[in-house]
């Protein structure tokens, strides 16, 4: 088999081998387990139990992710893609703008976006620019989805993004180690009563100013 490509002045270079079919089964399994592990558990599972729930060997997850800050790192960026998704897909399919919005967040719930909040706070390059993209990505996204509701006057004019994903956040964020192992089940009840308090007219009048974006980013 050729493993040497030409460039246009004929140069002959080394051709990258693609992965086995089989080792981005194993890849994507080991970051499924781990989003898993990490909401039932928190963060600091041990690496071994994420390999024994993907059915890999250790060999095979620290061949894919070298230390846990290059997992969690993966972990964290699959759920800001997929959620992301959600919202583009929401933005697109729904022409209520405000069951655009509501869809967008219960499948949020369904993605566990919350988990990431402690994830967050561990050792990992919270500064990567792929990872930078596509949290920007994602608050683009849901942006759109708010001033759309907001504009057709279907959603309360005394909130701001900001609000959405910090309630979100929070209602989703999973507790290790409660006794309440079924609290997961109401998650779904409570984001409606959420969605319920945020529709237009609104019912009454809320302490303090809306939470935007750029104060969710400040670190201190």
């Given at each position: 088999m050729d493993t040497v490509t030409r460039t246009a002045a004929g140069t002959a270079q080394p051709r990258?081998?693609?992965?086995?079919?089989?080792?981005?089964?194993?890849?994507?399994?080991?970051?499924?387990?781990?989003?898993?592990?990490?909401v039932e558990f928190g963060p600091e599972v041990p690496l071994d139990e994420v390999a024994r729930r993907a059915g890999v060997g250790n060999a095979t997850l620290y061949r894919n992710f070298p230390d846990r800050a290059?997992?969690?790192?993966e972990v964290v960026l699959a759920v800001t893609s997929r959620t992301t998704g959600r919202a583009e897909e929401a933005a697109n399919e729904e022409q209520d703008p405000f069951l655009a919005l509501s869809r967008f967040v219960h499948a949020a719930a369904d993605e566990r976006i919350g988990a990431l909040c402690p994830m967050l706070s561990g050792g990992f390059d919270k500064d990567h620019p792929e990872l930078l993209a596509?949290?920007?990505?994602?608050?683009?996204?849901?942006?759109?989805l708010v001033e759309r509701a907001m504009s057709?006057?279907?959603?309360?004019?005394?909130?701001?993004?900001?609000?959405?994903?910090?309630?979100?956040?929070?209602?989703?964020?999973?507790?290790?180690?409660?006794?309440?192992?079924?609290?997961?089940?109401?998650?779904?009840?409570?984001?409606?009563?959420?969605?319920?308090?945020?529709?237009?007219?609104?019912r009454s009048r809320l302490p303090g100013t809306p939470a935007t974006l750029e104060d969710l980013r400040r670190r201190t």
């Open positions: 990258t081998p693609r992965p086995r079919a089989d080792a981005l089964r194993n890849r994507e399994r080991i970051v499924a387990a781990a989003r898993e592990m990490f290059a997992l969690t790192h596509e949290l920007q990505r994602l608050e683009e996204a849901v942006e759109g057709a006057g279907r959603l309360r004019t005394d909130i701001a993004v900001g609000d959405v994903l910090v309630a979100l956040s929070q209602l989703t964020r999973p507790l290790p180690g409660i006794a309440c192992p079924n609290i997961d089940r109401f998650t779904h009840r409570h984001i409606q009563l959420f969605l319920d308090g945020l529709e237009a007219p609104a």
